[in-house]
C-alpha cells in the first residue's frame, strides 16, 4: 500500500537530507557570523548554493541505464527544493553583502543577518511540515552566544 502523501521511506529520507543539510549551514552561517563576522559567514550560503545546483543535477532525470535515488514525485520534489534553496542563497547572500556595506554598526548588521538565516529555517520547517516528513527530522535551531 502507497503511503497517504506518495512518498516512500526512502523518498522521505532523500527530501529530509535536503532539509537537514540547509539546518547544518545555517547554524555554520550562525557560528562563523559571531566569531568571524557577516563577511565570512556568506560563504556558508554559497557553499549550499554550490551544493544545491550539483546535488539537483544529480536529482535529473536519469536513463534506465543508471538506479534511481527515490521514486520520480521524490526526485522532482527534491529538485524543486534544491533550485529554492539555492535561490534563496543567492538572494540572502546578496542582502547579507549589502548590509555590510550599509550604515548599520556591526550589532545592527549581525542581527539583520541572523533574522535572515531564521527566516531561511523557518522556511525549511514549513517545506517539511508541508511534505509530510517532519516524523523523518528533528526540530533544529540555532545557537550562539554573544
Known amino acids: 500500500m502507497a503511503p ?11 527530501l529530509a537530507g535536503i532539509i537537514h543539510q540547509v539546518w547544518r549551514t545555517c547554524q555554520a552561517f550562525v557560528s562563523i557570523l559571531m566569531e568571524r563576522g557577516p563577511e565570512e559567514a556568506a560563504g556558508a550560503l554559497d557553499d549550499l548554493a554550490r551544493w544545491s545546483a550539483a546535488r539537483r543535477r544529480a536529482l535529473a ?18 529538485r524543486e527544493l534544491l533550485d529554492d534553496v539555492e535561490t534563496f542563497c543567492l538572494a540572502a547572500g546578496a ?17 539583520e543577518a541572523l533574522s535572515i538565516v531564521e527566516g531561511f529555517l523557518a522556511w525549511t520547517n514549513l517545506m517539511a511540515a508541508q511534505l509530510g516528513i517532519t516524523r523523518s527530522l528533528k526540530p533544529q535551531t540555532l545557537w550562539f552566544e554573544r
Open 4 to 14: 497517504a502523501n506518495g512518498l516512500g521511506p526512502s523518498d522521505r529520507k532523500l
Open 61 to 78: 532525470p536519469r536513463s534506465t541505464r543508471r538506479p534511481r535515488v527515490a521514486a520520480p514525485p521524490a526526485q522532482r520534489i527534491g
Open 95 to 111: 542582502m547579507v553583502a549589502r548590509l555590510t556595506s550599509s550604515s548599520l554598526d556591526s550589532a545592527e548588521v549581525e542581527e
